[in-house]
């Protein structure tokens, strides 16, 4: 039995760091989600608020004229583009939650201390960069192909935002895997 774990301690780490790390900071996130609840300066919470702003901010970039409001019946924020109501940017919109899957895996194939934290920061700007450009374009294109609303919001852009991840982690371990034929 020793030497199964022996040989295949490699997987066990990975698997114990990437599932001891999603834990912890779902967790943490978890927390911060209820703390957060029931207040109202920053509705439905911090995170969501300004990814919703900012998503705003990008669409008037793009010429838009938008309006963002608290949703009455629901923790969401309402986007309307002129008088049409078009998306909901609720919790699970803020890639928050996808960022962290990100940091778990990273910290499994954890590498030098400082390039592994440029990474972790660098990848989670990244991430919530193309989450806000993919809200923009979503609100966007339901706005503009209505009749496409849910092929874009069902297909097109959760593959913007895993397809990121994905890329970052393929690239992250090709790097890792480098630096690791380096030391030796």
Known sequence: ML??????SVVIRFIAVFLGSYFLLSV????YLIYSEGQTQYYPDLIT?????QSVALMEFFG???RLEPHTKEPAMKVFIGD???VRVVEGCNSISVIILFISFILSFFAKMRTSIFYILAG???IYTMNLIRIALLTIGIYEYPNYASFLHEIVFPLIIY???ILLWIFWVR???NLEKNED
């Open 49 to 53: 608020n300004l990814v919703s702003k």
């Open 84 to 86: 049409n109501f078009l």
């Open 3 to 8: 030497q199964l774990f022996k040989k295949y």
């Open 28 to 31: 943490l996130y978890n927390s």
């Open 64 to 66: 838009y004229t938008v």
């Open 124 to 126: 989670s700007v990244l």
């Open 175 to 177: 790097v890792y895997a």
């Open 163 to 165: 397809g990121t991840v």
